[in-house]
């Protein structure tokens, strides 16, 4: 493989999944700590960016990037242009309606007709809801969703969760899964033509490694 492919990366929680498994493939001189950007494996033949999750998408779609790894949540708000040929079996969430719990202990979903939903996921909540014949007036935020019920600015949020723990702590409760999604290899289109045979070799290592990852550990004699 010559070095002619740029993987762009996610920081945040999807990153510890990701090296892992660039790292079983044996891509090296990653610095998590370093302030830099980019990193180059020469002998991978790989250029690696790393980037905000949301911003991954347009990376790959426009052709900054040839790859690109990103959660499933993303691609379905952004719905891009991508091919996406591998589930890389990590950074397993789900997207959930959230309440406060005085609120859920007398509430009747059956009921709603118009909701207030704090996201920052307005396509997937607006689908959602209109889907159930439900109103939905969105307020669209980037961080801390947990506390728009906390202080008023709306009744209910659409959020990822992992463990839930983060929602438990803000006294809100789960009232409805929307979405479930895993760490995502997305691909350029243009790329997977003109480097076809770089980028399925990479695509067939990375699954090479997932099944490496999940395979028992062999008894020692």
């Given amino acids: 493989m ?21 790292s079983t493939l044996g891509v090296e001189g990653i610095d998590q700590d370093s302030r830099r950007l980019i990193f ?7 250029r690696l960016l790393f980037l905000k999750p949301v911003d991954i998408p347009a990376y790959v779609l426009y052709g900054a990037a040839d790859l690109g790894i990103v959660g499933k949540d ?5 719905e891009p242009d991508v091919y996406e040929p591998l589930d890389l079996g990590f950074g397993f969430c789900r997207l959930v309606v959230a309440e406060l ?10 009921k709603w007709s118009w909701v207030r939903v704090a996201t920052k996921y307005p ?7 209109t889907d159930r014949g439900i109103q939905v007036e ?9 506390l728009a019920p906390l202080v008023g600015l709306a009744e209910r949020i659409v959020d990822l969760v992992q463990s839930g723990e983060t929602l438990r702590a803000n006294g809100l409760v789960e009232v409805a899964e929307i979405a479930r999604s895993t760490a995502r290899l997305i691909v350029n289109r243009a ?31």
């Fill in 191 to 221: 790329s997977m033509r003109t480097e076809h045979a770089a980028v399925s070799e990479l695509i067939q290592d990375m699954k090479g490694a997932i099944r490496a990852q999940s395979a028992p550990p062999v008894p020692r004699p």
């Fill in 74 to 78: 993303i691609l379905l708000e952004q």
């Fill in 123 to 129: 396509r997937l909540a607006e689908q959602y809801f």
């Fill in 101 to 110: 719990r005085e609120l859920w202990e007398r509430d009747d979903p059956a």
């Fill in 2 to 22: 010559k070095e002619r492919l740029t993987l762009a990366l996610p920081k945040g929680r999807l990153l510890d999944g990701a090296l892992e498994i660039l």
């Fill in 40 to 46: 180059s494996d020469p002998r991978r033949g790989l």
């Fill in 138 to 146: 969105l307020v669209r935020l980037d961080g801390s969703i947990e």
